[in-house]
């Protein structure tokens, strides 16, 4: 990826169980957006966390942002197998366009 | 709420063929991005455009090109089809004034196939 790595690549977890996908990223940034994406189809935006900000909610999600450390974490809580798709972490290095990490792929299994 | 609409969803063409492709943004967005994600890939910018002019340009092939219109739907026009090309291409918007809080709104994509 042109901007960084999400980690794990790939996370399988239970109903009901929270799941944690990390994002780091290379340049000074704007902000950073979390993305969902199910399975070939569309991106979904979840949320956006601007650079002077350190966590925000929404619903079951949380995001924290460590700008000194350039990661992002994306915390779903209570997971459902609805929530399978890939997750894709995004920011704005300063200019307009987005620049993604390599998704984490996530499985939720009833 | 009105969404970003592409056409055609599904797109099937032979090597060396052209393909154009259609984003038609929310309305009152002025800014229009385009993106290509190849299989398995991470999305990946190509070229945008603020109030019909380019504004951005990424790794996009001398063999694409793309351009706005005065009600600001955009096309993307792709030149001599290759193998490689195959690909989801999104579209996303935003909308004027958001300043810093870039948050693009996707078209459900165009799925190209080049056989």
């Known amino acids: 990826s042109q901007q960084g790595e999400e980690d794990p690549q790939a996370l399988s977890i239970q109903e009901g169980e929270n799941a944690t996908m990390n994002c780091s990223y290379k340049?000074?940034?704007?902000?950073l957006q979390w993305y969902r994406q199910n399975s070939g189809r569309g991106l979904v935006h979840l949320i956006l966390i601007r650079s002077n900000e350190r966590e925000k909610h929404s619903g079951r999600l949380r995001v924290t942002l460590d700008t000194s450390k350039k990661s992002s974490s994306l915390l779903i809580t209570a997971s459902r197998a609805a929530d399978t798709a890939s997750y894709f972490c995004?920011?704005?290095?300063?200019?307009?366009?987005?620049?993604f990490g390599t998704g984490t792929r996530l499985q939720v299994f009833p | 709420a009105a969404g970003v609409i592409q056409s055609p969803r599904h797109l099937i063409k032979e090597k060396r063929e052209t393909a154009t492709l259609k984003c038609y943004p929310i309305p009152r967005h002025d800014t229009v991005y385009w993106y290509q994600q190849g299989p398995g890939q991470d999305p990946q910018f190509l070229i945008s455009f603020y109030e019909k002019m380019q504004s951005d340009k990424g790794s996009i092939p001398d063999r694409f090109s793309a351009q706005q219109f005065s009600d600001y739907h955009s096309e993307l026009n792709m030149s001599s089809l290759e193998l490689g090309d195959s690909a989801l291409y999104f579209c996303?918007?935003?909308?004027?004034?958001?300043?810093?809080?870039?948050?693009?709104?996707f078209g459900p994509g165009t799925r190209l196939t080049v056989l």
């Open positions: 996303a918007s935003r909308p004027a004034g958001l300043g810093s809080y870039n948050e693009q709104f």
């Open positions: 995004a920011t704005d290095a300063g200019t307009d366009k987005l620049i």
């Open positions: 340049t000074s940034i704007n902000n």
